[in-house]
């Protein structure tokens, strides 16, 4: 499975009151990076939604192990490591230079955004999809 990552960095504006990210801008981080994993795919989720398909979570599992700090770089990596055929598992994790900061594994659903039901994804979707899980198994 070929990982793909994504470097951010910390600012005020990510922080709680103790100085540390606050956790659930996390998710954000771990959202960016997913969106910018399908980028790299030429999957453009406003393409997808101009055709009645989207991405919703359905699932977070996340352990924060360490805190992340006012302007520290962290590299978020991920990878798929499942995918059905109306939905996929991430594995994500954070990193600051060698210390792991956070583990994450969201599961994600297609939909048809108008119904807000699951829907198969198209066959060509699935196969862009497989041909990254599969890049480097």
């Not at 978020?76 to 994450?104: N, P, T, W, Y």
């Amino acid at each position: 499975m070929r990982e793909t990552q994504l470097t951010v960095r910390v600012y005020y504006e990510d922080t709680d009151a103790g100085g540390i990210t606050y956790y659930a801008n996390y998710l954000r981080f771990l959202e960016r990076a997913r969106t910018e994993m399908l980028r790299s795919l030429g999957i453009s989720q406003q393409a997808l939604i101009e055709k009645n398909i989207a991405f919703a979570v359905r699932s977070v599992q996340a352990e924060y192990l360490k805190p992340a700090r006012l302007d520290d770089e962290l590299v978020v990596c991920s990878h798929i490591e499942s995918l059905g055929r109306a939905q996929l598992m991430f594995s994500q994790c954070i990193k600051r230079g060698e210390e792991h900061l956070l583990d994450a594994k969201i599961r994600v659903a297609c939909i048809d955004p108008l119904a807000g039901k699951p829907i198969p994804m198209p066959r060509d979707l699935h196969a862009q999809l497989l041909s990254l899980m599969e890049a480097s198994a």
